[in-house]
Every structure is written in structure tokens, then in C-alpha cells.
């Protein structure tokens, strides 16, 4: 008869699939990268085949390693309801749930909505991971991804949450030095702040896309904080998130009445993460939160 593989090198491979990275594995489980990389080939043995691939954005399951990471859930679900069983409390909503999410929005609205519902449920566990990047057509380590723009998704369900508007600002001290633009034509005349094109997934987030002209320079960023830090500093005009700034005494609008972006957010999960009543839970939560704060969204 076969050997099973290890269910503790299934869980290290579930972790891979979530972080993507061996480093970032060790540290979370308090081991060597040398370490992590041996159990993987140990599992690929004894399954025949390997389970990730490398890709720019780090490890990504090959089709074996979908099947090795679903039977890693199944685990890790076990594992989950026998500490439910094991504790006092009866609560329905135990063990973890992942949620990938963009950055800003995830700060923003995301983490209200779960630390909400965790004072609802004290068993339920979270782990979020912030990325700005398009829906993944294969990325079973998370239960919900947060994504922004277009979901060309055929294996996974896509439920909308809200739309927010992408609109420039600019800081009061750097109005006030070098003035504003009359039209989008006159931004091309003002350093820019946006993302780092060449390492963005979300088009609808970036310069390139606007259709504003190329600025005389740039201040690109992977992060919306630092974008927003940088606006704030003087560092030019930025395509920031409404709801991060409209209202803020350190932001200016610029051309209020002449641009703006409109961007659809949704929560898109595999059909059989739906079913879960986590996750269901989590959704919930989502479109609570975006429905008491629709004024922010749409300021």
C-alpha cells in the first residue's frame, strides 16, 4: 500500500499556497527556509509530481497542488472544529478564515467589518493579507479574495460589493507654490503620484490608464499609504481613493468637476468556499459595512 503523504507537509504546502514564499513561511512557523524547501520535495515524492511552479509573484500551485492544498483544507477544517469541540464555547462561527484584500480598502473597510464580526464570534480567526492584484484563477490558499476592477473569473463567484471613485488631489502647501490645473491636459505639467506601473495588476488603478498626459515627473509607489503620504507631502498630484482623503484638511481636489474614475469592488470566492458559513459570515459583514459608510464611498 502507498504512503499517504505527511499531513503536517500538506499544511506547510497550504501556508506556501497562502504567503507564497518560503521566507515568509519560515518565519511564520518558526523554521528555515532550507527546511521548508526540503518538505515540499518530500511531499512532491510522494505524490509523483510537483506542486508549485515558480511564478513573478512567487510559488503557485500546479493543478496537483490544487488537489494537495484542498485535501490540506480538509485537514486544517478538521483540525478547526475538533478545537471548537474541545473548547467551552458553543459558538457555531469557529477556526480561521483568510481573505486576501487590497490595501487601502482592506485598512479602510475590510478589517472594521472582521474585527466586528470577531466580536461576534471569539472563535472565529482571521488572517488577512493585503495585495493589490487582479482575482487569481487558481489561488486556493485564501477563502475570499477582495479584488478591485474587471473579475474574468470561470471557476470562482463573484459578488459586488460597492463602487468607490478615484479622483486627484493634491496637498494645500503645494497648491499654494505651484498652482493647479485648469484641465486634464494641464496635469501632464505637474509631477505625478500613482502606483509602480511595471508591478501593478489592477489597470483601472494606474496613470496609464487615466488617459491623462505623462507627467513631467513621477513619484510611483507599491503601497496606496505611501501614495497618499507622499500627495500629503507635496510630492505632486495623485489618483487617490476618495474614501481615503475626501474631507481631509490636507487634501485639495483637483479638477473636482472634470475627472474622476469610478471602480467596482467585489468578494469573489471558489463555489465551495461560498457554502462555507464563515465565509458567509465575512460577506455579510463586507456589505454591512460599505452599506453604513455609502457616503465615504461616494463623496
Known amino acids: 500500500m502507498a504512503r499517504l503523504p505527511s499531513p503536517d507537509d500538506l499544511l506547510i504546502l497550504l501556508t506556501v499556497a497562502r504567503l ?10 518558526g523554521t528555515t527556509h532550507t527546511t521548508i524547501s526540503r518538505r515540499i520535495l518530500a511531499l512532491d515524492k510522494q505524490l509523483g509530481g510537483r506542486t508549485l511552479e515558480r511564478s513573478p509573484h512567487g510559488w503557485e ?3 496537483l497542488g490544487v488537489s494537495a492544498v484542498a485535501a490540506a483544507e480538509a485537514i486544517e477544517e478538521t483540525l478547526g472544529s475538533l478545537a471548537a469541540v474541545t473548547g467551552q464555547d458553543r459558538d457555531s462561527l469557529s477556526g480561521m478564515v483568510r481573505i486576501s484584500t487590497t490595501d487601502g ?11 466586528r464580526l470577531q466580536q461576534r464570534h471569539p472563535l472565529l480567526n482571521v488572517e488577512m493579507l493585503s495585495a493589490t ?3 487569481s484563477q487558481n489561488r486556493s490558499g485564501v477563502d475570499l479574495e477582495v479584488v478591485v476592477g474587471r473579475t474574468d473569473v470561470s471557476n470562482a463567484q463573484a ?28 496635469v501632464g505639467q505637474h509631477p505625478f503620484v500613482s502606483y ?14 487615466s488617459q491623462l498626459p505623462m507627467p513631467k515627473s513621477s513619484f510611483q509607489a507599491t503601497s496606496i499609504f505611501a501614495q497618499v503620504e507622499a500627495v500629503r507631502r507635496g510630492a505632486g498630484i495623485g489618483l487617490l481613493p476618495n474614501f ?5 484638511s490636507g487634501f485639495v481636489p483637483v479638477l473636482p468637476d472634470a475627472f474622476e474614475r469610478q471602480v467596482p469592488i467585489w468578494a469573489v470566492a471558489r463555489p465551495e468556499s461560498v457554502r462555507s458559513a464563515r465565509v458567509q459570515a465575512v460577506i455579510s459583514a463586507l456589505k454591512e459595512e460599505v452599506a453604513e459608510r455609502q457616503d465615504q464611498l461616494s463623496a
Do not use: C, W
Not at 498652482?179 to 494641464?186: H, I, V
Not at 509602480?196 to 490608464?209: F, P, W
Not at 481615503?244 to 481631509?248: C, E, F, S
Open 20 to 29: 507564497g514564499r518560503f521566507n515568509a513561511v519560515a518565519e511564520t512557523m
Open 61 to 63: 500551485l500546479t493543478e
Open 105 to 115: 480598502f482592506g485598512a479602510e473597510f475590510v478589517t472594521p467589518a472582521l474585527v
Open 133 to 135: 492584484r487582479k482575482v
Open 159 to 186: 459578488i459586488f460589493l460597492t463602487n468607490y471613485f478615484l479622483r486627484l488631489y493634491a496637498s494645500p502647501a503645494y497648491a499654494a507654490t505651484r498652482g493647479l490645473p485648469e484641465t486634464p491636459d494641464g
Open 196 to 209: 509602480v506601473e511595471s508591478a501593478l495588476q489592477v489597470a483601472e488603478l494606474g496613470h496609464r490608464s
Open 244 to 248: 481615503m482623503v475626501a474631507g481631509n
